[in-house]
């Protein structure tokens, strides 16, 4: 049984798209920027109807088809969304939230860039960044192994 990393998108505290990364060659990146905003008012919901003192991470959001959304809100409202390929079994807990705290961790390096405006409404351009992701959602696949 495995899952892949399908999909790692940002999105900022005004919705706007702030990083999208597709890793599926079967899917468009379309496809994932519907499913990355589809997730907002499901995290906005779980925000808003959960306790006050919210973990930061929120867990599966929904499922469609053989995909999975999880997601991730910052403390600075920046939500992160995961979507993994799942087929066969489900993937634990444990290991999302080390995947969310990688992806938050590369976060954090880049915004704490003296040069980055983090109110910014425009996408994260930043190559290490990029590659920081790109290492994350390759090697994601071994992490989620069941």
Same mark, same amino acid.
């Given at each position: 049984?495995?899952?892949?990393?399908?999909? +790692?998108?940002?999105?900022?505290?005004?919705?706007?798209?702030?990083?999208?990364?597709?890793?599926? $060659?079967?899917?468009?990146? #379309?496809?994932?920027?519907?499913?990355?905003?589809?997730?907002?008012?499901? +995290?906005?919901? *779980? =925000?808003?109807?959960?306790?006050?003192?919210?973990?930061?991470?929120?867990? !599966?959001?929904?499922?469609?088809?053989? !995909?999975? =959304?999880?997601?991730?809100? $910052?403390? $600075? %409202? =920046?939500?992160?969304?995961?979507?993994?390929?799942?087929?066969?079994?489900?993937? %634990?807990?444990?290991?999302?939230?080390? #995947?969310? *705290? %990688?992806?938050?961790?590369?976060? =954090?390096?880049?915004?704490?860039?003296?040069?980055?405006?983090?109110?910014?409404?425009?996408? +994260?351009?930043?190559?290490?960044?990029? %590659?920081? +992701?790109?290492?994350?959602?390759?090697?994601?696949? $071994?992490?989620?192994?069941?």
């Amino acid at each position: 049984m495995s899952s892949e990393v399908n999909c +790692i998108a940002l999105i900022g505290k005004q919705s706007n798209p702030l990083y999208i990364k597709n890793f599926s $060659t079967s899917h468009p990146d #379309l496809k994932y920027h519907y499913i990355a905003h589809t997730s907002i008012d499901v +995290i906005e919901e *779980r =925000v808003s109807n959960g306790p006050k003192n919210l973990d930061l991470y929120l867990g !599966l959001l929904y499922a469609m088809e053989d !995909l999975a =959304v999880y997601g991730y809100i $910052t403390n $600075t %409202r =920046v939500k992160i969304v995961v979507v993994v390929s799942v087929t066969d079994g489900i993937i %634990r807990d444990a290991d999302m939230k080390a #995947l969310f *705290r %990688r992806i938050h961790s590369a976060y =954090v390096a880049t915004v704490c860039n003296p040069f980055y405006n983090i109110d910014f409404q425009k996408s +994260i351009q930043s190559k290490a960044f990029a %590659r920081a +992701i790109e290492n994350i959602g390759m090697n994601a696949k $071994t992490t989620l192994d069941i």
